[in-house]
């Protein structure tokens, strides 16, 4: 089973940055789409991200113009830049395939305060 290990996460003011990166240990180069994913507190977890083996990136309409999605197949790892943070971006942040097919890992938890 491929795992999945997400970090970067902290707390950070609003208009801060954060870096997230997720390590696959199988390879994600077999896969046509990766994602990243948030579950807020009481909220569905919803996708914010997603990038294509082609380069196409496509994002939720609350992230586009902040957030940067990007992948490295050699080193099986998808990283999301956040610029422009907001209190509502405060949510655990998770990366998956696009048909979320891997495990879930444990997430890393991004809190924006006001």
């Known amino acids: 089973q491929v795992q999945l290990v997400e970090s970067g996460g902290g707390l950070v003011q609003a208009g801060g940055s954060l870096r997230l990166s997720c390590t696959a240990s199988g390879s994600i180069s077999s896969q046509n789409a990766m994602a990243w994913y948030r579950q807020a507190p009481g909220k569905q977890r919803e996708m914010v991200a997603r990038?294509?083996?082609?380069?196409?990136?496509i994002y939720a309409a609350s992230v586009k113009g902040r957030f940067t999605i990007s992948r490295d197949n050699a080193k099986n790892t998808v990283s999301l830049q956040m610029n422009s943070l907001k209190p509502e971006d405060t949510a655990v942040y998770y990366c998956?395939?696009?048909?979320?097919?891997?495990?879930w890992g444990q997430g890393t938890q991004v809190t924006v305060s006001s």
């Open positions: 990038i294509y083996s082609t380069g196409t990136t």
């Open positions: 998956n395939t696009l048909a979320q097919s891997w495990p």
